[in-house]
C-alpha cells in the first residue's frame, strides 16, 4: 500500500524509451501508464499529476483531480494551444541533458556552415580534392540568437567558446557575460548585425510566423560567408516557409539548417528537402531524455508536496 497520490503518464514519444524507464520512475507512487491499452478506459479521477507529450485530447476532461501538469518537453505550445486546460500550474522541462543536446546543435550547425560543410560533402561524393581558399574564422562571424532563454544562454555561451562574436534578443533585456544583448525594441540593430541567425524562440501569438522575408532581409550582408544564415530549433511555426523556400532561392537567405517546421513530420514533397543550401534535422535538436524527465518530475512533486514553490512553471499569459 502507499499513500502517494497517482501520476498519469501520456507521452507520445518513443515507447521503448518511455518503458525502459518506468520501471525505476516514482518510487512508491502509483502510475497509470495511458500507452498501455489496459489503462484507455479507466478512472483517471484520482491522478494528481499528469506528464504529458501531445496527450490524448480527452485527458483533462477524465482526469479531474489534477494538481499540476507536466509537460514532457521545454516547449509547452503542443498543450497550451490544443486542449481546454484546467486552471493548474503547467510545469515545462528544464534539464541539463536538454541544454547540451540543443547548445551541441547549435554549435555543430553554426559550425557546419562556417567550415563548408555542405561544399565538401558535395566535392567527396564527386571525388573532388580541392580546398575552399576564402576560410573565415569563427571570431569573424556574428552569431545572433533570437530567445536568450535558458537554452539560447546556454548556446551562445558555448558558440562564445569556439570563438563567434553573439549577440542575442529576447523580449526582455539580458545580462550575458560577453553577449551584446538587445530588447524588442532593438531588433533592427540585432539583425542588421548579424550573420548566423539562430531561433531558439517558443511559439506564442508573438512569435508565431516571426521569420519571414521582412526579418531575413534586414539580416547583414556584407559578412564573411556570403549571405545570412538561418538556424531554427525553436518551433516550425515561428517560420513563414513560403518566404523561407523564397529566400533561400533568391539570395536573401545563403542556407539553413532546419530542426522544426510548421507540419511535423515533413512532407516528402516540401522543396525544403531538396534543396542543396539547406540542413533538414527531424526534430531531433534537443530530444527529451525519459530518465531525466521523470527525475525532474519527481523532484518538483517533492517540492510541491513539501510545501516549497514548484519552478519551471509557464506564465500562461504570455504562452512559455
Ligand atoms: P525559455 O522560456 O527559457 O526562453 C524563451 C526565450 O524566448 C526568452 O528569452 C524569452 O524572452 C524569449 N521570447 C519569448 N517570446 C518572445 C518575444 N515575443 N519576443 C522576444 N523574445 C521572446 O525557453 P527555452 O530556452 O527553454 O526553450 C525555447 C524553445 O525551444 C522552447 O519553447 C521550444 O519551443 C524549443 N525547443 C526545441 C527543441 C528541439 O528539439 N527542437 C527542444 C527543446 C525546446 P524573456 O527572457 O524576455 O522572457
Ligand atoms: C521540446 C521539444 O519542447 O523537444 O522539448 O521540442
Known sequence: MTDKSPILIDLRFDRDSVL?????????????????PENR????????????????????????????IFSGGAGVDHILSN?????????RFVDRSLTDRMSEWVVWQCLHHLRNGSSYAEQQRSRIWREIAEQPEARDVTVGIMGLG?????????????????IGWSRSKKDLA????????????????????VGLLPLTDDTRGIYDWTLFSRLSRGGPLGGPIFLNAGR??????????ACLRDGTLKAASLDVFVTEPLDPN??????????????AAASSDVRALFRHVEEQVTRLETGKPLQFVVDRTSGY
Open 20 to 36: 525502459r524507464a518506468l520501471p525505476e520512475a516514482f518510487p512508491g507512487r502509483p502510475v497509470i501508464d495511458m500507452g498501455d
Open 41 to 68: 478506459d479507466r478512472d483517471l479521477s484520482q491522478a494528481a499529476y499528469a506528464v504529458v507529450w501531445k496527450p490524448d485530447p480527452d485527458l483533462f476532461r477524465r482526469a479531474t483531480g489534477l494538481k499540476a
Open 236 to 245: 516550425g511555426g515561428s517560420q513563414n516557409e513560403v518566404d523561407l523556400a
Open 270 to 283: 516540401n522543396p525544403l528537402w531538396a534543396m542543396p543550401n539547406v540542413v533538414v534535422t527531424p526534430h
Open 150 to 166: 535558458v537554452l539560447g544562454a546556454d548556446a551562445a555561451a558555448k558558440l562564445k567558446v569556439m570563438g563567434f562574436s553573439v
Open 83 to 91: 486542449y481546454d486546460l484546467p486552471d493548474l500550474p503547467i510545469v
Open 178 to 197: 560577453g553577449v551584446e544583448t538587445f530588447d524588442s525594441a532593438g531588433l533592427d540593430e540585432f539583425l542588421r548585425r548579424t550573420d548566423i541567425l
